[in-house]
């Protein structure tokens, strides 16, 4: 079992930044493969990032990418999303999640944080 708390949500202006943490407490963080999806009022979940358990391999959303990026620390049990240039389109809640492999599906993943709200004002 893995608990995860999400953090780091705000209000920020477009073309702003924002970085989000995941910290991780239970089974060995480092057996896991983490990821961050969003979801908007009145949409589905969507994928955003995701990143291997070593960290060796990040993939991203074609909306997110050159402007996102997924990091871990395992020695922190901490994963990050460095948020740039963002976009009111980017407007969600904003999940960490965790798996066995990464994926750009949220029934891959078996833990989930409780969200963290990003806003960005036009």
């Known amino acids: 079992q893995v608990h995860l708390v999400d953090s780091g949500g705000g209000l920020v202006p477009a073309g702003g930044s924002l970085r989000l943490s995941c910290a991780a407490s239970?089974?060995?963080?480092?057996?896991?493969?983490m990821g961050w999806f969003r979801q908007a009022p009145g949409k589905e979940r969507e994928f955003v990032a995701a990143i291997t358990q070593s960290g060796g391999y990040t993939y991203y959303a074609d909306s997110v990418k050159g402007r996102f990026t997924i990091s871990r620390d395992n020695a922190k049990n901490t994963v990050y999303l460095q948020m740039n240039s963002l976009k009111p389109e980017d407007t969600a809640v904003y999940y960490c999640?965790?798996?066995?492999?990464?994926?750009?599906?949220?029934?891959?993943?078996?833990?989930w944080g409780q969200g963290t709200q990003v806003t960005v004002s036009s």
């Open positions: 239970g089974r060995t963080f480092s057996s896991v493969a």
């Open positions: 999640a965790g798996g066995r492999a990464i994926a750009a599906v949220t029934k891959n993943y078996d833990y």
